[in-house]
């Protein structure tokens, strides 16, 4: 089966690094989404990783381990806008996603 | 200019009535896709469709039932609502055969359906 684990929730301090870790076990794999969730509103897109390693995209970078079923969003210089809930998710081996419930974080000043 | 817009965005209904949402995009894409997201905020796909093949997640109960007009819309119907209907449904639509493969997702701003 397919599964996708991720923390409920995390908090951290504007202006401070945070990582959010994504864990999965599938059977097929091809790639892995990081989206970001604003209360009451849709999911945007901000990475993908198919290959291992790192990939930056300003302030947000996320990377992906396959052997470990591992993938995780970095995120620097927190700002409060930062608030969201960040989803994770799976594209199968038949390129179908399969999303975890997310992480809420909630920055502190 | 909104790329996939969908209404209504907020829908109160009483249980046994028949309800559809409305979804539209304009960013040339061809494929779209209903979700349906519950309290515990997990995104379950419930169809997607492009020019050639409506694809049916076998656990949507055949009360819901899409309709496709054209590729640039996508209108979801439900018949005799049900209390656990009750959610925020997106659509959402993607362009296959991208250059970097990912087949990004661009969602609406989503349906809240609240069933009494």
């Known amino acids: 089966g397919q599964n996708i684990d991720q923390p409920t929730e995390m908090t951290a301090t504007e202006g401070a690094i945070v990582q959010i870790n994504c864990t999965y076990q599938?059977?097929?794999?091809?790639?892995l989404f990081w989206y970001q969730q604003h209360a009451g509103e849709a999911p945007t897109f901000l990475s993908y990783?198919?290959l291992d390693g790192l990939e930056e995209k300003g302030r947000f970078s996320s990377f992906l381990s396959r052997s470990k079923g591992y993938s995780y969003l970095l995120l620097k210089e927190l700002q409060m806008k930062d608030s969201a809930s960040y989803l994770c998710a799976l594209r199968d081996s038949n390129y179908q996603l399969i999303w975890g419930a997310g992480t809420k974080l909630i920055i502190k000043p | 200019d909104t790329a996939v817009s969908q209404t209504p965005k907020y829908l109160v209904t009483q249980m046994g009535n028949d309800k559809s949402i409305k979804c539209e995009q304009n960013l040339g894409h061809d494929t779209m896709y209903w979700y349906k997201q519950d309290s515990k905020k997990f995104l379950k796909i419930m169809f997607s469709y492009n020019n050639k093949e409506l694809i049916i997640n076998e656990t949507v109960p055949n009360r819901f039932s899409p309709k496709s007009p054209d590729k640039a819309h996508l209108n979801l119907h439900i018949n005799s609502l049900e209390l656990g209907d009750s959610a925020v449904y997106f659509c959402?639509?993607?362009?296959?055969?991208?250059?970097?493969?990912?087949?990004?997702?661009?969602f609406g701003a989503g349906s809240r359906l609240t069933v009494l």
């Open positions: 599938t059977s097929g794999f091809n790639g």
């Open positions: 959402a639509s993607s362009q296959e055969g991208s250059e970097t493969g990912a087949n990004v997702l661009t």
């Open positions: 990783n198919v």
